[in-house]
DNA sequence: CACATCGTCAACCATATGGTTGAGAATACC
DNA sequence: GGTATTCTCAACCATATGGTTGACGATGTG
C-alpha cells in the first residue's frame, strides 16, 4: 500500500504554490525544467529544487534529452494523496447532516452544550 | 474559489504522518487535544502543535468546553484539496496507457537514440 | 482549600526549507 | 574552436518547522 513517509512526501510536494502550478502545467504534457521555471518568479536554480522536491516525492519523472531535462507527471503517487483524501469523504457525507444533531446533542459534554462554528479567532 | 495560500495550509497539514492520523480519527468523531495527542509519541505540547496547525489550515476547529479543548473535522478544506486532485485525474486517465507506451520504448533500450520530442521549440 | 488534570505559552535547540549567487558540466550551434 | 543554452551543484543566508522542557492559567475533584 502507501507507506506514511511516501505520503509525506507527496504532500508536502502540493504544499507549495509553485509546485502545484508545475502539476498543473505538466498535466497538459511534459516540459523541461526550463520551461517549468520560466512563469515562476524566482531564479532557476530555485525552481529546479521545486522540481526536485516533486522528483524525490514521485510524483513527477525526469528523463535526460541532450541537454535539457524532460519532466513528466506520474500517476500514482497523486492518485495515492486523492485516495486517501477520498476515502475520508466518505465520512464526511455521512456525517454531514448527522453533524448537526450531532452538535445539538449527542455529543454535548454532561455540563456543558457545545455548539456550532464558535468561530473564534487567535 | 480557493486561494492558494489555504491550499498550501492544506497540503502542508496533511504533510505529516501525525497529522493525518490525527485526520483519521477524527473522521469517526469528535476528539479532545489530549485524546488525539494520546497515541502519537511525543509530548503534549508537541502535539498541540500540530493541532494548532490543523487549525490554522481550517482543517478542524475547535471548540472550548471546560478545560478540554474539542476538535472537529471541517469537511471543507479536505473537500478543496480532494477536488484539485480529482481535477487533474483526468488528465492521468487520458495519459496512462499513452505513457505504458512511452516508456515501454523510451527505457528499453539504453543506447538507442532518444525518442520523443514533446516540446518542439526554437 | 488542596491537588490533580488539561492545555497553552515561552524559551530553546536542531534541522529543514526556500531563496540567493557564482561556478561549472554538458550539450547544441555558428 | 568558440560561444550560448540548459541545468546541476555548492555555499550561504534567513526563516520555518518539529521537537524538548518548565511554568502557568483554568478547570474539575477530593
Redesign the pocket.
Known sequence: MVDDVAMDGVF?AL??G?RRDMVARLADGPL????L?APLD?????A??????LERAGVIS?TV?????ICRLVPGPLASAQEWLEFYRRHWSERLDALEELLAEDFAPP??PVRPRPAEEE
Do not use: E, I, P
Request: glycine share 8%.
Open positions: 508536502h504544499a507549495s509553485a523541461t525544467v526550463g520551461q521555471a524566482m531564479s532557476l536554480a530555485a529546479a529544487k521545486h522540481v526536485q522536491v525526469r534529452d541532450g541537454r535539457r531535462h455540563d456543558a
